[in-house]
């Protein structure tokens, strides 16, 4: 087939979801304290988070500490001398202050307090009370280190916020997780990461990549020549699945004439603007280009409320909104791609970071833009396209999971 005669992604995904509307969505929930300080009550402390992966402690006695944003703790992630992995606060009873002060390294055997000298082995127990005769009935047993509910889904780490979750890992995930299942996660054993505070809603947030109305425009230069190739001057989505409160968007593709440096990356190593054949030793797993459209690219998978994966033949980038106020939060980014055989799959890998970094810097740009408009009462409403509908969706949820947590406040002895 010509890339001229490929059709065009049509209008219609929101009609897949009737329940959902079509009208405007009121902005409040962008812009008022006291709807953001339900949503930390209602959303973000029944979640799980994506800390790291498995991989990141390799060996007995590897650790690595996360900074928990939104809840103010420190994480401390480890393996034991048996093979598994353990997640603490990195708090030491005593009287609070960390017992891991490096952000990672190798524990030779306890990690030690550097206030009064407490040590802790790697599965957490109390090792050791310097001059212990001093105390008075110290149960060490009961001292050692605190642990964080704590779970592995393909490789990914994840814990939660509160020490009796309000439902398993495995509810969280739900059908999203398990149609995700298989995928070579573990491949994508190189990384980097980058972070950055921005003064908006977590919400603005999370929908700057969940739509792609404003790809032409917003992003001419970076991810158009891709996505508006071939007839598709709008950049359409060809899929949104909705599975309980998360979403994947399919993202059409059909690749442009590359400029010179592109074109010489792209022939060497996977990128989101390109599916590399060569690297497809796998099964796709249902959940990735799930209408298997041979003009697909890339899908963005979100988990409510704040993590996304961009999934693409060769790699993957993980997103991660934290929210810090009703106008504040913290973006992560971490991109994962495999091992470079040579310098030329290095050099394609380099240009694909390269790229991710322009196209979402590209997004951040808008909106604290738009968070001053909401703040100064100059939006009320936003009006959606029809392939915005993750961020309906993304609304939508948020709203009800206030509601539901209201109704339990106002009749806690009610079943929802």
């Not at 524990?107 to 090792?127: E, I, P, T």
């Not at 059908?175 to 980097?192: F, I, K, N, R, V």
């Not at 790809?215 to 599975?243: E, K, Q, Y």
């Amino acid at each position: 087939m010509k890339p001229e005669t490929i059709p065009v992604p049509p209008i219609g995904l929101t009609a897949k979801y009737p329940e959902l509307g079509t009208g405007p969505v009121p902005t409040d929930a962008y812009r008022d304290p006291a709807i953001y300080r339900k949503e930390i009550e209602a959303i973000f402390k029944r979640s799980w988070y994506m800390i790291g992966r498995v991989e990141q402690i390799p060996e007995p006695g590897d650790y690595f500490v996360f900074q928990l944003p939104t809840f103010h703790q420190s994480l401390l992630i480890c393996r034991d001398r048996d093979g598994g992995i353990n997640a603490f606060h990195n708090v030491c009873p005593h009287r609070g202050n960390v017992v891991a002060h490096r952000g990672a390294g190798k524990c030779r055997g306890v990690f030690m307090c550097r206030f009064h000298g407490w040590s802790f082995d790697l599965k957490g127990n109390l090792a050791n009370v310097r001059d212990s005769e001093g105390f008075f009935d110290l149960d060490k047993s009961q001292l050692g280190l605190k642990p964080v509910p704590m779970g592995i889904w393909e490789g990914f780490i994840f814990v939660a916020p509160t020490d009796q979750p309000f439902q398993t890992l495995e509810d969280y995930l739900g059908q999203q997780g398990e149609d995700l299942a298989g995928y070579p996660w573990g491949a994508c054993t190189q990384s980097y990461q980058f972070e950055t505070e921005i003064a908006c809603n977590w919400k603005l947030a999370v929908d700057s990549p969940a739509e792609v109305y404003h790809i032409p425009i917003l992003h001419p230069n970076s991810a158009a020549p891709t996505m508006m190739a071939s007839g598709n001057p709008f950049g359409r989505l060809l899929d949104v699945t909705l599975l309980g409160p998360h979403r994947t968007n399919s993202h059409y593709s059909v690749q442009a004439v590359p400029r010179p440096v592109q074109k010489l990356a792209y022939d060497h190593a996977a990128a989101a603007q390109n599916v590399v054949q060569e690297t497809l030793d796998y099964a796709m797993p249902p959940g990735i280009n799930r209408t298997r459209d041979r003009n697909w690219s890339v899908d963005l998978v979100m988990f409510f409320p704040g993590l996304a994966f961009t999934v693409s033949a060769g790699m993957y980038t993980a997103h991660q909104v934290w929210p810090l106020a009703h106008n504040r939060c913290l973006y992560q980014q971490r991109v994962f791609v495999r091992p470079a055989r040579n310098a030329a799959e290095r050099f394609g890998q380099e240009n694909t970071m390269v790229e991710f970094r322009d196209v979402v810097m590209e997004d951040l740009s808008t909106l604290e833009h738009i968070q001053r408009a909401l703040d100064n009462g100059q939006i009320h409403q936003f009006h959606y396209h029809d392939h915005e509908l993750a961020l309906r969706h993304n609304h939508q949820v948020a709203c009800d999971a206030v509601a539901a947590w209201e109704r339990e406040q106002s009749f806690p002895d009610q079943p929802e």
